[in-house]
């Protein structure tokens, strides 16, 4: 009876050590099928997303927002293409009126941030003013 109870542990250990081999093999098949396919998808998505890109050729817009996305998905900033896509959109009357704002916000810029502070500076000293007339009549 001993003698049967160790032959039937002996297919139970190969057994056992064969379905570990399984889980083992197929975990490395999965693993290195779940790396391939990310590759691909690395390579071929922007690839994708440039073809998408071009042949929309409908509003800035539209242009803009696949030109986020691809740079996006590429590990870029989104911002800067997605503006460029925009601009490049647009006609070029309005690209002119877009420079001379830009060149008007630029040349005045300064201009407000004096003028803001020449404001400051007269609220500062008609609030001192006040509290030290408050202060004289408060003597009294």
Known sequence: MASLGKAGARPRKFLARLVGWLREAAGRIVRDLLVKG?????????????????????SPSVQSGLAGVSAAI???HPL??????????LSVK???????GLVLVLLLGP???????LFLIIVVIRTMRLRRNEELVALR
């Open 38 to 58: 990310s590759e691909v998808l690395r390579r071929k998505v922007p690839a994708w997303l440039d073809k998408l890109a071009n042949s929309a050729s409908g």
């Open 94 to 100: 309005v690209k002119v009126l877009l420079v001379l």
């Open 80 to 89: 800067w293409p997605a503006v460029k896509a925009a601009v490049a959109g």
């Open 74 to 76: 590429r590990g870029k």
């Open 111 to 117: 201009v407000l941030l004096v003028l803001l502070l």
